[in-house]
Nanobody, 117 residues
Framework: QVRLVESGGDSVQTGGSLKLSCAAAGYTLSTCGMDWYRQVPGKPRELVSSISSSGSTAYASSVKGRFTISRDSDTGTLYLQMDSLNLEDTGMYYC???????????WGQGTQVTVSS
């Protein structure tokens, strides 16, 4: 059973930074595509950033230039460095891995990011 565990969520002020991590237990994720999603209550889940098995990255326009996705090639741990945080970045952040990009096989339980002024 694959279990993804996110960490690093916190409460920060606007302009601050956070680094999220997503570790996997029971599986090697280095060969999988992985994503970071976020969700705010009452709104649809939003794809924030993706990284392919080959290392290609993609970002939502709202975070491009502020967020950086990366992964540890040895452990498969996924990261999301978030800089210049603004109020709209508040939400529950989830990592997802493997399977098709439109239908990821594994999901974490989420880590909360709260940005305040």
């Amino acid at each position: 059973q694959v279990r993804l565990v996110e960490s690093g969520g916190d409460s920060v002020q606007t302009g601050g930074s956070l680094k999220l991590s997503c570790a996997a237990a029971g599986y090697t994720l280095s060969t999988c595509g992985m994503d970071w999603y976020r969700q705010v209550p009452g709104k649809p889940r939003e794809l924030v950033s993706s990284i392919s098995s080959s290392g290609s990255t993609a970002y939502a326009s709202s975070v491009k230039g502020r967020f950086t996705i990366s992964r540890d090639s040895d452990t498969g741990t996924l990261y999301l460095q978030m800089d210049s945080l603004n109020l709209e970045d508040t939400g529950m952040y989830y990592c997802a891995a493997c399977g098709r990009s439109s239908d990821r096989a594994f999901w974490g339980q989420g880590t909360q990011v709260t940005v305040s002024s």
